[in-house]
DNA sequence: CCATAACTGTTTATCTCGTAAGCAGTACGG
DNA sequence: CCGTACTGCTTACGAGATAAACAGTTATGG
């Protein structure tokens, strides 16, 4: 509770200004920038408060004087990572904006792949990704889904973006390819155990198409027979 | 590599049969479950080497004996926790059959909260895992539905299991409510910034439905939509 | 105008973990 | 029987988060 409030001040702002003493030389932002950018370079687990203290020449103490800890540091990270949503042109309606939309915010995972390795458990929700949620709940105003409908089909969506960055990052990432190709020995070993896979296998099943789009083809189908209703 | 290579052996078994010397008095398997036990109560982060050893009166070192590292053990928990998957009733078609296996592999992420948190960076797939994947790949198969299509189709379910099963114990979990709570405070403070936001949380968009089935409609309606131009 | 409170970055120290190295005891194969 | 290949254990290290106390700095109230 204390570190989610301090998350939740610290994401939006609400540090008490302070008056005497030493001006601070550093300021959150650039903190968090400096975060960002080690986990880019070399994932989430290079982000020590030693690393990060060390891009200004302080030492890891001294972050203290401006996050709580480190997670409440990675919280910062992820909006910054995300960044502002861009604006979505709705005029063509609600299916090309998600699209967009989604495809928008893939490439901002794309971009820092940690970010999927950290929001995968619960925290703070911060400015930034409050704007992504935003953009996607105005481009599904008046299609007669409820509220709750919504939210459920931006989190279905998100969720989905989600899984298929850490997906590819996963194959992406060093050891991917021979990640597939131990599976793919395994499963002709136990073809026996698994006569779909086996066969989906041999048909080019594994990685032989684009799970992004057409994930995101299934979703909003789904969506649209649900508005097709009201 | 080395690693994967470790976790793979263990997962499916290839550790060689010692002869001489004193018996094991542990088997990889007790170890495991153990390790999962732990983690259902208190969360993965209490699985520590000195913790499962506990349980078995051992010491921390003794453990890599059995398992090279704590990487794999948490690999072999998955497994150990997923289980079989249990058999799919087919004869009403793959939709039903679909359905009947998300809601089994959520029940089992929710009594294993822990393992959404595991899933979700890459990692090597047992054989307990990969009888899941067989369950519901089977059940697309004669769909008309490639390969790639089928397994696409697949991954999107059990990304949404996960994502949902991800919400709900974040709502679950302590504090959920309260950050619920704190988001809400903080849509009001900023409703201007986020309209479409406020609009839906006055409309008691937040937690008002049940995201799992509406994620799951969607999901197989588009699936159908799909299926219905083969 | 200065004494002091409030704040800065630092030093030092502690605690938790994972895990490498080497030890003493044990049981099977020759 | 004896040596070898095991077992579980002891010891040790290094990484990392962070608590506590310190010395220097600056705005402010008397």
Not at 30 to 43: C, K, L, N, P, R
Not at 202 to 207: E, P, W
Not at 213 to 223: D, H, K, Q, S
Request: glycine share 12%; net charge negative; aromatic share 6%.
């Amino acid at each position: 509770m204390k570190a989610e409030a301090g998350a939740m001040d610290l994401l939006w702002g609400r540090t008490a200004r302070r008056a005497r003493g030493p001006r601070p030389v550093l300021t959150v932002t650039q903190i968090a920038q400096a975060a960002v950018e080690i986990a880019d370079a070399e994932g989430l687990a290079a982000v020590t408060m030693q690393r990060v203290a060390d891009r200004f020449g302080f030492t890891a103490m001294s972050l203290y004087r401006y996050v709580p800890g480190r997670a409440e540091l990675i919280a910062l990270m992820i909006d910054t990572a995300l960044g502002a949503a861009p604006p979505v042109d709705n005029s063509d309606g609600w299916r090309p904006a998600l699209h967009q939309w989604a495809r928008q915010l893939r490439d901002v995972f794309r971009g820092h792949p940690w970010v999927s390795e950290a929001t995968t458990r619960s925290r703070p929700v911060g400015p930034l990704e409050l704007s992504w949620l935003e953009r996607a709940v105005a481009a599904l105003a008046g299609t007669g889904l409820t509220a709750a409908e919504q939210v459920d089909a931006v989190v279905l969506l998100t969720g989905h973006v989600r899984n298929q960055t850490q997906v590819e990052s996963g194959i992406a990432a060093d050891g991917g390819e021979q990640l597939a190709a131990a599976l793919a020995e395994t499963l002709r070993e136990h073809a026996g155990d698994y006569p779909a896979l086996a066969t989906a296998a041999g048909d080019g099943g594994f990685g032989g198409g684009d799970g992004f789009e057409f994930g995101l083809e299934c979703i909003l189908n789904g969506i649209a027979a649900t508005v097709a209703t009201r």
